[in-house]
């Protein structure tokens, strides 16, 4: 599998309407404004597949991508200080309970984490949602680029040591420089594979 032949399917708000061809799924989530559609661009060496927003919260429904014509990269709404209302935070929420509960083709969940913040409540709390039926995790500490040696040494020590994972679920990520790009690229594969 090369992920490069991507292709935008479409933006879903109601679980009805998701494809149902049964394609195996990645999965991307994290907060507001984190840099998931920066990373989706990078991994697909595109520059614009993903719309990268400048508001937080500009994600509102589930976006798939179908890749090689053999699977799905879904990215989830982003959770977090998105400038929207209770309401339709909640609708995010259903929509997202839905999804989890009822698609049984997700592979492995993509959790991208902002480097500059490291863990948060948010974060720690999605990991305990969606763990329960999906164990395959790996987590991308964005915007490593903005961090000097010694502090991705930290952020990258600290969250290991929080979510008591191997090292070879995490990697540090830049979507200025593509540092961590290869190796995301090779977990979705083997995600897949299994």
């Known amino acids: 599998m090369e992920l490069s ?5 479409g933006s879903f708000y109601q679980i009805e309407q998701l494809p149902l061809d049964g394609f195996p799924q990645i999965v991307f989530a994290g907060r507001s404004n984190v840099g998931k559609s920066s ?3 990078r991994i697909l060496n595109r520059k614009n597949l993903a719309h990268v927003a400048k508001t937080p919260g500009k994600t509102r429904a589930l976006n798939f991508y179908e890749i ?3 699977c799905y990269f879904v990215d989830l709404p982003g959770y977090g200080f998105a400038r929207v209302s209770k309401q339709e935070q ?5 929509l997202i309970d839905l999804y989890i509960e009822h698609t049984k083709t997700i592979k492995g969940v993509i959790h991208v984490i902002d480097s500059r913040r490291g863990l948060t409540a948010d974060d720690l709390e999605l990991i305990n949602y969606i763990r329960a039926p999906y164990s395959r995790f790996f987590w991308v500490l964005s915007k490593s680029d903005k961090l000097s040696n010694q502090e991705k040494k930290n952020v990258y020590t600290d969250t290991l040591d929080r979510l008591n994972c191997s090292p ?3 990697v540090l990520f830049s979507a200025v420089d593509g540092a ?3 190796d995301i690229r090779k977990k979705i594969i083997e995600m897949l594979r299994k």
Do not use: S
């Not at 909640?90 to 259903?94: C, E, G, H, Q, T």
């Open 5 to 9: 032949n991507a292709v935008f399917i």
């Open 39 to 41: 990373l989706i661009n």
């Open 68 to 70: 090689d014509r053999r």
């Open 90 to 94: 909640l609708a995010w929420r259903n």
């Open 168 to 170: 070879k679920d995490i």
């Open 180 to 182: 961590g790009v290869n």
